[in-house]
């Protein structure tokens, strides 16, 4: 067996391992495929950036794989398709105004006559429910006021005697 020499093991022990390079060359090439994974994800809202001018079609040139915009869309939708009902919202409306706003939301809507205390106009939302979120179809209450409420002629509560002056004497009383 020929002797070792001693400068040959110190080189092999300075060297890289040779596995190393394969290492490192997989791990930039992961690198690489992740950088391009992440750049060619687009969310649903952004137009598409690749092709060339000529390819690239805009909402204008009826581009069948567009979907036509929403014809109104509801400030109060939830990302789960519930509607937001805000009681704020319908309270003092007219009934027909609230029950079509409700219905554009996708909902039912059922009436209710509740008493006028006398200082509501007729058919004007005094509450709403349920409220809060609900979902498209259910059934949406509308209490709304009915015809004001009035003192009824032989209604004797007041103050007065009958006789119209109010100051509970007769006429001869002077």
Not at 48 to 74: A, L, Y
Not at 115 to 138: F, H, L, Y
Not at 159 to 168: A, I, K, R, T, V
Request: net charge negative; hydrophobic share 25%; proline share 14%.
């Amino acid at each position: 067996v020929p002797p070792r020499d001693p400068d040959d093991d110190r080189r092999r022990r300075r060297g890289l391992p040779p596995w190393l390079p394969w290492v490192l060359a997989a791990v930039a090439l992961l690198l690489a495929l992740g950088a391009v994974a992440l750049l060619s994800q687009q969310s649903p809202d952004q137009p598409s950036t690749g092709g060339t001018p000529s390819q690239q079609s805009t909402p204008d040139q009826g581009n069948p794989t567009t979907p036509p915009p929403k014809k109104k869309p509801s400030p109060s939708a939830t990302p789960d398709d519930r509607v937001e009902v805000r009681r704020s919202d319908y309270v003092g409306r007219p009934k027909d105004e609230a029950e079509s706003d409700l219905k554009d939301l996708g909902l039912d809507v059922e009436e209710q006559e509740v008493p006028n205390p006398g200082d509501q106009e007729k058919d004007i939302v005094a509450d709403v429910s349920p409220t809060g979120r609900v979902e498209p179809g259910s059934t949406i209450t509308l209490s709304v006021f009915g015809d004001p409420e009035k003192a009824s002629p032989t209604d004797n509560s007041g103050p007065g005697n009958g006789n119209g002056n109010g100051n509970g004497q007769g006429k001869g009383d002077d």
